[in-house]
Every structure is written in structure tokens, then in C-alpha cells.
């Protein structure tokens, strides 16, 4: 069974920075698309950052020149850089695996990311 485990989270100031990462097993890595989704409490889950298998990389609007998503495919590892922290991006961040056709997908548990003062 492919797992997905975030680290990186934690409790940082406005202003500030952290980098998430995502470890995958049991699955061939370079082969998805990985993405990292957020969900504040009381919103719905979003998508923060995709880059695809062959390295096209996209970005919600709110974090556009702030967060720097990156893949490291021989160490099975997804990052989220994400500076000029807000207390907006508050909220539990998850790692995603996908595999378009046949579709599979795949979620880690997440880590709190909290941003305040």
C-alpha cells in the first residue's frame, strides 16, 4: 500500500517561513502527479500547489510568490517552501499522489501549519 508522510509543520509567526515535506513508499514516484492541498477549519479542502510528472508546476492565486513547491524523485520526496507565512495559511497541509489514468489517488495524514503571533 503506497503511504505518504508530511513533516515540516508547526507553529511560526507572520512573516516567517517553513518547508513541508512529503516521503512516499511503496510506489513509483516519478510516475504521479504530487500536490499539496490545505483545510482551514470550517472550509473546505484545497488545492496550494501541483507539479505533475513531468514538472509542470501550478499555484493557487494566494500563495503565487510565496510558496516554491519542488519534487525530488530520487529521494521519493515532495516540498512546500512556503515564505511570507499569513495567518490565513492556517490549516492542515496534506500531500496527494495521483495517477490519472486508471485514476488513483492517494492522501497523507497531513501536518499543522499555524501561523501567529
Known amino acids: 500500500q503506497v503511504q505518504l508522510v508530511e513533516s515540516g509543520g508547526g507553529l511560526v509567526q507572520p512573516g516567517g517561513s517553513l518547508r513541508l515535506s512529503c516521503i512516499g513508499s511503496?510506489?513509483?514516484?516519478?510516475?504521479?502527479?504530487m500536490a499539496w492541498y490545505r483545510q482551514a477549519p470550517g472550509k473546505q479542502r484545497e488545492l496550494v500547489a501541483i507539479?505533475?510528472?513531468?514538472?509542470?508546476?501550478d499555484y493557487v492565486d494566494s500563495v503565487k510568490g510565496r510558496f516554491t513547491v519542488s519534487r525530488d524523485n530520487a529521494k521519493n520526496t515532495l516540498f512546500l517552501q512556503m515564505n511570507s507565512l499569513k495567518p490565513e495559511d492556517t490549516a492542515v497541509y496534506y500531500c496527494?499522489?495521483?495517477?490519472?489514468?486508471?485514476?488513483?489517488?492517494?492522501w497523507g495524514r497531513g501536518t499543522q501549519v499555524t501561523v501567529s503571533a
Open positions: 496527494n499522489a495521483e495517477i490519472t489514468f486508471p485514476k488513483v489517488t492517494y
Open positions: 511503496r510506489m513509483v514516484f516519478n510516475a504521479y502527479h
Open positions: 507539479i505533475t510528472n513531468t514538472g509542470q508546476i
